[in-house]
């Protein structure tokens, strides 16, 4: 049998699990998502929550601070930075050449060998290779930078790619079928940021409805290929646009996958306008 057994579980999994119970328990931040199967953020919460039910005393479970915690053993350290995270497991992130959000994963896998070794590998985290579509980065023709954040089905996601490229101005294609979701953290946060909205997707009308409350400049594109098109015209190089959709790509596209690739296929052709 093998030492350790590392499970990632959906929401949905979860839901229905009711004997496997894990040990250590990794918890990244959530936002409500897939309410259209949940039915609620408070029974999508639940659910993510619901290992600790199960936990035993000497078991640890790393969570996001804030959360409507339930009655459990597990030894729960709850999070909410990675400053604080870095703090308690003595980690240095000079060493972790992540920035964002994906420092913050790193930190919580660095959390693990820290609890069960007592150790850092710093070498082996800076070796791990990072996904196609989550905040992969190109140029086009003119040296201007567009990141394909295709990954981003949700809205967590996104306000993380946000946040880790807000240093200048961002114009963010958006849109697709969010699942239910509740959106105005986003709009939330974008009203405080250097942004220009480009809307595609199942979701336009309510985007353009939250942007207009919040008071977001926006160009309403209803497909991937409009959007890019119209960033061209009106982009420099100081600035980055960034499609990070919060939301799946089922409405217009095969998988978050397709779309990435087709984003990129669209400012590539940039080159021949």
Not at 73 to 89: G, P, R, T
């Amino acid at each position: 049998k093998a030492p350790i057994w590392i499970l990632e579980s959906s929401s949905f999994t979860l839901h229905h699990t009711n004997i496997a119970s894990p040990n250590i328990y990794l918890l990244l931040p959530i936002t409500p998502d897939h309410l259209d199967w949940h039915g609620t953020a408070e029974e999508y919460e639940a659910d993510k929550l619901k290992p600790l039910l199960t936990m035993k005393e000497g078991e640890m479970a790393l969570v996001p601070k804030g959360l409507n915690l339930p009655t459990t053993s597990a030894f729960v350290v709850e999070y909410d930075s990675s400053e604080f995270l870095a703090d308690y497991f003595s980690i240095d992130t000079s060493k972790i050449r992540f920035k964002s959000a994906f420092l913050e994963d790193a930190l919580i896998a660095l959390s693990v060998t820290k609890v069960l070794f007592d150790e850092v590998d710093y070498d082996t985290i800076n070796a791990f290779t990072l996904d196609n579509h989550r905040q992969e980065e190109t140029t086009d023709r003119l040296g201007r930078l567009w990141i394909n954040d295709s990954k981003a089905t949700n809205l967590d996601a996104t306000l993380q790619a946000v946040k880790g490229y807000d240093d200048r101005f961002i114009h963010l294609i958006v849109g697709g079928n969010d699942k239910g979701a509740d959106l105005t953290p986003l709009f939330e946060l974008l009203s405080t940021k250097e942004v220009h909205l480009y809307t595609i997707g199942a979701n336009s009308d309510k985007l353009a409805k939250l942007a207009t409350v919040h008071q977001i400049m926006f160009t309403a594109c209803e497909t991937l290929e409009n959007a890019v098109n119209c960033i061209s015209t009106k982009r420099n190089r100081d600035d980055v646009a960034l499609l990070s959709p919060a939301a799946a790509s089922f409405d217009q596209f095969n998988s978050y996958k397709h779309r990435g690739e087709e984003f990129f296929k669209y400012i590539k052709n940039l080159s021949d306008i």
